[in-house]
């Protein structure tokens, strides 16, 4: 029988996890490794779509894609609206200032009265916002937008996703930003992969293909090849 | 510049499979707007005052609410109503409905602009309504009408960027993908600007030509 | 039974009392002028007459058909009763023969080849042979104007209203126009003019009209009224028009 | 709809704050494009070849690159080269500047939609190019433009949106924020579309008001 | 010195050459008409003079300052010659006052009050001393005219320039501007008047001129060039214009 085809809705939310590969102009990294890998294992194809964050959920409710394969939080509002399978990889926001700033910030308390930057549709926002620590949450689309404008002086300090922010920096891009060392994540979060409610059968073969490449380490070689650790 | 020459002939192919779908979507849209705007123009002069209100209530909502929400609701909110359409269905269907508010505004003010006599003229030679428009007052206001819908044509060429935000991967789709997978924004945007500009100048050209053409007595 | 007759007619626009009670009544091939003042209401009468305007009261008969401008009947009026404007009217975007043709093709659905014949025949008849395929921006405003008689001729109707055909025009291009529509009047055509020209109208027209306010001031045979009017606001009129210095 | 009234109360104090923002960017483009619009047109009719060549050159230029394109380069480029401005103040420079485009072919189309006797009468009277604009053609071209005038206000109201992609927290990125954190997609885009019809809704009344009054003749 | 002088002026537009050498001249207090068939460059000729149109070859002067519509001088020439137009254009967005007293209080640097008591002055003497404040589109087109009058008039100009300034206005209207006009030439104001009004011509005029094809066809005083016209041509405009039928 002819191997079925599933869309995978996917949003370059940047390197490693999903990225659009400009030399080959294809959708790679960690998250469509795997949704290959357990495709391969679970009999099926795949189809990467790229497509805005937002839209990500609407398509998936409304048919147009199958499965969600991106660096999406496993968060309560979304496992209202749609399933997830087991958590893939586990981490938590970044912190990053300009390399001018060498101070050790450890925790939001200690930025506390200037203006940071955040990337729309992250997590992160909300916590900010809450804190009431900064005089302006500014509230960007895109992550090199925000170290723009922590290069431009526009803000203190800006917060992303940290393997994206790691990678891009360990790549050389914007030399004149660092990333704080050691600072404590405020919110950490377990991306996983999303399905519609009414697909358990398909989240079933999910889980089962993806216990079993964590298993046999392919999971970890996927994270390994993309810079990350387990 | 060396690093942007580099990057640009690596992005290009990229961004014009985007280009691509740009153009259809203009191209599809502006035939449906176009169509639509001319209906609700006719009913606007039509004298009566049933259609004319629904055509003038219609024209108004659909001019006060940003493109971005409307197309939000004809790709998300329809399905729950059993109408699912492709993104660059809803896209074409979205853009067409927005922008022939416009339209119909343009060729009203076109047929408005048609001297009283000539209306005249023709009931005198028996025309009803239907033979006065369509061989009186539209052929004239065609000429009017022509301008101004070059530069709607242009802005909607440009406001076909708002599919993004439904999945249409056009051009500024692409160039947000490759924007944030390179972090290169600036030769990306520039490259986007250099694009849409290459697209506009024919059509301002032409939009010129036009005015020339027609818009002067 | 006269060709068209009017019975008491009135016609406000708002408050404007345009109209008010307008009794007359024109014969087949009578030449009837209508003349008076500015906003007397002389192009507002004739704009009833084929229904361009509607009116509040009274009654408008054609051939014994009312018109009424709402009803089914008004095309069957249009067709039989021609009008020429001040200010010509052609369609612009077509060419002499194609606005002679218009009607009779698009309304009357007269076949084309039949159309054009005629067509031709009326613009030789009107003095414009040679402008057949000129646009009404290459012709002259006298020209344009012979172009709007030969469209309403070619409707074949049993009337035709003008309503001051030569005002538009350069005085030395009034001549031709006024000449076509002698010829016209010498040939039977029932005409209805409203005009400033009253050496035509003395010349040409069966009875004058003299407009003022809305009534028929005064009303007679042209010689008569012209020459010697009884009212002294058409005297007054006249003297005005005539001698301007 | 029990719960969309209740997510609405939630909502709604949140939007507004972005409204205030969306108010205070339109206001201030509004003002510029005004006044740069004015310019362009005042050059397009100057008779100066050099003065119309340049005007030209930009407002085609202008109306060729998407908005947005043109926000990301005045935020986020400009401070290359040593200009710092606020979110706030570059989009109403963006948009100002794009919008200049437009308001130009408006105003330039009323300037001439002026009889030539007009400008004929007052060299007759000895004024000159300057004293003919201020006392004849510009007080007698604004009732002309006043119409148009309005529909390029609800443009622009709809089109700072636009702003939100450059951290300008009005109502469109408000919505997204709440959208992206509740997934109440539907709820939130139909309050957002509805905030924009309010906003929208006086000036759209307004216009047709303008146009009673002036448009006709 | 005569006021104003034309010497052997030519003007084409593109290929078409309008005027074709014309050379007179116009002395204080004198009033030219001029009259031709349309197109034969009337208007043309008028608006040269002050500098509404350049010229291309011949000289143009106004009390002997060449008039160059590029130089700086125009502005004096402009402000001692004054303009009425077919179609009046009056200000329509100011009162009948106002339109009077623009030139004076924003040309000329007049004291607004001086201006507005010289205004009513002018109004009244063109009999609309109840009119102003009314605007434009609340006048008849004779009123309109005799305020465009008083407008010319308010420049306290050296010389006017009529250009068809009845040919708009209803037959009955035309009697009132021919009598503002007739009253000025009797005080003396120098006039170049382009009028198809014959009978006003007769009258009034100290000379005319027939144009024809740009060139000044016939010349010569009033009476006779309108009683007695030598040139074929210009008999046989007159023929159309005075006998239409
Ligand atoms: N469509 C209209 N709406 C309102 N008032 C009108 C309309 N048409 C004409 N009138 C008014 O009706 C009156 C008579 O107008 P009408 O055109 O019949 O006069 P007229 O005798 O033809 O004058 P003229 O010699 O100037 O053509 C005028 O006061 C005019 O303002
Ligand atoms: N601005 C212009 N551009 C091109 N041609 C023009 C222009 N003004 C006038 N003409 C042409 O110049 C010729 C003479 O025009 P002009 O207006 O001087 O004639 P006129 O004697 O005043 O005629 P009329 O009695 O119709 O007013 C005409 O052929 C006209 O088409
Ligand atoms: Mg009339
Ligand atoms: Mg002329």
């Not at chain 2, 924007?179 to 520039?190: E, K, L």
């Not at chain 3, 040939?187 to 027209?205: K, L, N, P």
Request: hydrophobic residues 45%; glycine residues 10%; contains cysteine.
């Amino acid at each position: 029988a002819a191997q079925q085809t599933l869309k995978v809705g996917s949003t370059p939310t940047g390197i490693p996890f999903t990225f659009l590969d400009t030399q080959t102009n294809t959708i790679q990294g960690v998250m469509v490794d795997l949704i290959t890998e357990i495709g391969k294992d679970a009999g099926f194809g795949v189809q990467v779509e790229p497509m805005q964050f937002s839209a990500l959920i609407g398509s998936l409710t409304s048919n147009r894609i199958d499965i969600i394969a991106a660096a999406m939080y496993i968060t309560e509002p979304r496992k209202q609206q749609i399933d997830f399978s087991a958590p893939v990889y586990t981490y938590g926001d970044g912190l990053f200032v300009p390399k001018s700033d060498v101070k050790e910030y450890a925790s939001l308390q200690d930025l506390k009265g200037l203006t940071v930057g955040v990337q729309v549709g992250t997590a992160y926002v909300e916590p900010l916002q809450k804190s009431g620590l900064f005089p302006e949450v500014k509230i960007y689309e895109t992550i090199p937008d925000i170290m723009r404008d922590v290069n431009a002086g526009r803000i203190k300090a800006g917060f992303a996703d940290l393997p994206i922010v790691a990678y891009n920096l360990q790549q050389g891009r914007f030399p004149e930003v660092r990333l704080v060392k050691g600072y404590k994540p405020m919110v950490v979060g377990s991306v996983g992969i999303g399905v519609r409610k009414s697909d358990s059968e398909l989240l079933r073969k999910i889980d089962a293909s993806l216990a079993k490449l964590k298993q046999n380490g392919t999971v970890a070689k996927i994270l390994t090849k993309w810079g990350l650790q387990e | 510049m060396q690093g942007f020459l580099k990057d640009s002939i690596e992005f290009l192919p990229i961004l014009l499979q985007g280009l691509r779908l740009t153009l259809i979507v203009t191209a599809g849209s502006l035939v449906l707007s176009t169509a639509l705007g001319l209906l609700w123009a006719l009913m606007r002069v039509s004298g009566v005052p049933v259609l004319a209100g629904i055509a003038k209530t219609f024209v108004n909502t659909i001019r006060g609410i940003p493109i971005i929400v409307q197309l939000f609701y004809i790709y998300f909110v329809l399905p729950d109503l059993g109408i699912s359409l492709t993104a660059v269905q809803a896209a074409i269907i979205g853009l067409g409905i927005a922008y022939s508010a416009y339209q119909s505004e343009n060729f009203r003010a076109g047929i408005e602009a048609i001297d009283r006599g000539q209306v005249e003229a023709a009931q005198t030679i028996g025309m009803g309504w239907g033979l006065t428009m369509r061989r009186v007052i539209l052929p004239q206001a065609f000429k009017i009408v022509l301008p101004p819908y070059g530069n709607i044509m242009i802005m909607m060429l440009k406001d076909s960027s708002q599919a993004s935000t439904i999945t249409v991967a056009e051009l500024a789709l692409q160039g947000k993908l490759i924007a944030s997978s390179t972090f290169q924004n600036t030769t990306v945007f520039t490259l986007v600007a250099l694009l849409y500009l290459c697209m506009s100048i024919p059509l301002i050209l032409l939009v010129g030509h036009l005015e020339r053409r027609f818009g002067r007595r | 039974m006269p060709m068209i007759e009017l019975d008491n007619v009135h016609k406000s626009f708002g408050a404007n009392r345009v109209i008010r009670g307008i009794t007359t009544h024109v014969s087949k091939g009578e030449v009837v002028c209508i003349i008076g003042p500015s906003g007397s209401g002389k192009s507002t009468i004739l704009r009833c007459i084929n229904g361009l305007e509607g009116y509040d009261s009274g009654s408008i008969r054609f051939e014994g058909i009312p018109v009424n401008r709402t009803a089914k009947s008004i095309t069957a009026v249009r067709t039989q009763v021609s009008m020429v404007f001040q200010r010509f009217n052609l369609f612009p975007h077509r060419t002499a023969l194609e606005n002679v043709i218009e009607g009779p093709v698009f309304v009357k659905r007269e076949p084309r080849a039949d159309a054009q014949a005629h067509g031709r025949l009326l613009l030789e008849r009107v003095g414009l042979a040679d402008k057949v395929g000129a646009h009404p921006h290459e012709l002259s405003g006298g020209q344009q104007q012979r172009v709007a008689i030969a469209r309403a001729l070619a409707m074949r109707p049993k009337a035709i209203l003008f309503d001051e055909p030569t005002s538009a025009l350069d005085p030395e291009l009034v001549g031709d126009v006024l000449a076509v529509m002698r010829s016209l009047a010498d040939e039977g055509m029932t005409m209805v003019v409203v005009t400033h020209e009253i050496g035509f109208a003395r010349e040409v027209a069966d009875r004058v009209l003299f407009l003022d306010g809305g009534v028929i001031a005064e009303e007679g045979p042209a010689a008569e009224l012209l020459t010697n009017p009884r009212n002294p606001r058409t005297r007054d009129f006249l003297r005005r028009v005539l001698k301007p210095l």
